[in-house]
């Protein structure tokens, strides 16, 4: 995953793994309500359906969550919010 363009607040390396932790202003809020959240930043390839896929929510759940009009049209290096 690239995280090229993203503003970690926290990043440390542990077993080869990097971890990293970003902080979301309210706008990004604005439509989630309870539950917790994770950003997910659009890769080369990816679709709604394939991000939707893996993380077990529907593309009209992403698209809501992230105020998306058209589901063909992401973008990569975009940030999108995840709520589980």
């Known amino acids: 995953m ?6 970690p607040v926290l990043a ?3 077993k080869g793994m990097v971890i990293m932790t970003f902080e979301l ?7 989630i309500t309870g539950g ?4 997910y930043l659009v890769e080369a390839g990816d679709t709604l359906a394939m991000i939707a896929k893996k ?3 529907t593309v009209e759940e992403l698209q809501r969550w ?3 009009e058209n589901v ?3 973008n990569v290096g975009q940030k999108l919010i995840i709520k589980f």
């Open 2 to 7: 690239s995280f090229a363009g993203a503003n």
């Open 36 to 39: 917790s959240i994770l950003p």
């Open 55 to 57: 993380f077990n929510c």
């Open 12 to 14: 440390h390396q542990k």
């Open 72 to 74: 063909d049209k992401i």
């Open 66 to 68: 992230n105020k998306i």
């Open 25 to 31: 202003k309210d706008k990004d809020l604005e439509n």
